[in-house]
């Protein structure tokens, strides 16, 4: 009876130690989503701004030809 009792608690602590390994396994993967997601968010960030950039400038450069065919 002991060593079935024994038994068992060794496969409960096998199955304890993989479910903690593939938590860990888990959390990493999350932090590498969370991380990669925050790359993309700069990376939209930046281009949005370099457009926003463009844009100022083609409006800058459409008024002053504007300007100028007035003239």
Not at 47 to 63: G, M, P, Q, V, Y
Request: glycine share 0%; aromatic share 2%.
């Amino acid at each position: 009876m002991e060593a079935s009792i024994k038994a068992l608690q060794e496969s409960i602590e096998a199955l304890n130690a993989k479910m903690d390994e593939r938590q860990q396994e888990d959390l990493a993967y999350r932090a590498k989503i969370q991380q990669s997601f925050e790359a993309m968010n700069t990376m939209n960030t930046d281009l949005a701004t370099k457009l926003l950039e463009l844009k100022t400038k083609d409006d800058e450069e459409r008024k002053v030809l504007k300007e100028a065919s007035i003239e």
